[in-house]
């Protein structure tokens, strides 16, 4: 089997390529035995045969999934209740009934959401934050 970096992807072939025809950097034995063995490896990671470990910082991460669930909240909010009608009530263009609604899903949401990002800001573990986004109630509102 022999490997080559085609189009910044290790692609395998049964046979060697012509050299005379294809300028592709092909991959070492060693190179190519590293891939083997680790298939997920990025090009530099076969290329240097070594795999990096990604440190990921537990509070960063916590933020960016704040984030997310913040913006969660607000997408599947306007699914329901669209941005203009929230403006809309103050000036009086709903019932009460309506306006009552709107605040009612408006603060299911909001009160969804600063329960996450207590969880998540408590939470110990990435995984223990991924499980929290992932439990989250959001699909109940309505």
Request: with cysteine; hydrophobic share 35%; net charge negative.
């Amino acid at each position: 089997m022999f490997c080559y970096i085609i189009d910044k992807k290790i692609i395998t072939f049964e046979e060697e390529l012509d050299s005379n025809l294809y300028n592709y950097q092909k991959l070492s034995t060693e190179e190519t035995n590293f891939y083997l063995q680790n298939p997920t490896a990025s090009i530099s990671e076969i290329i240097n045969q070594e795999l990096t470990v990604q440190v990921i910082d537990l509070n960063e991460y916590k933020e960016n999934c704040i984030a997310k669930v913040s913006e969660m909240s607000f997408e599947l909010r306007r699914r329901i209740y669209d941005d203009y009608k929230l403006m809309n009530v103050p000036l009086g263009f709903y019932s009460e009934s309506e306006k009552n609604d709107i605040a009612s899903v408006c603060s299911k949401f909001r009160n969804e959401f600063y329960r996450l990002k207590a969880a998540i800001q408590a939470a110990k573990t990435i995984e223990e934050v991924n499980e929290i986004v992932a439990t989250n109630k959001y699909s109940e509102i309505n």
